[in-house]
């Protein structure tokens, strides 16, 4: 199964009869989870989805992490991906790469 999807559901969980407003679809897309949910195949809680996921039959892959943008060392502003520039014209490491040193005056 290739993703989780999140439906709005207002009553009782299948899976333990709490009252939720979310359910909970493992499916390899969005038209085969609404399916199951309306077969009443699959929906969990949030709970319940998650005690699953901790059981250890499942394979739990993390998004990659997204990186934060470099910033001018000086003014904080963003840097250019290809030169690693200042984007500020103002900043006196617009025109310096930002492993040069910088010094007032």
Do not use: I
């Not at 390899?28 to 969990?44: Q, T, V």
């Not at 617009?94 to 910088?102: A, F, I, M, P």
Request: proline content about 4%; glycine content about 10%.
């Amino acid at each position: 199964m290739g993703k989780v999807y999140a439906f709005d559901h207002e009553g009782e969980a299948g899976c333990c009869n709490e009252e939720v407003s979310t359910l909970y679809v493992a499916a390899d897309s969005h038209k085969e989870a609404a399916k199951l949910l309306k077969d009443g195949m699959a929906g969990c809680c949030g709970r319940c989805f998650s005690e699953l996921l901790a059981d250890g039959s499942w394979d739990v892959f993390a998004p990659p992490a997204v990186e934060e943008p470099a910033k001018c060392k000086r003014c904080g502003s963003s840097l250019t991906k290809l030169l690693g520039r200042c984007m500020d014209v103002t900043c006196p490491y617009n025109s310096r790469k930002q492993d040069e040193t910088w010094t007032e005056g």
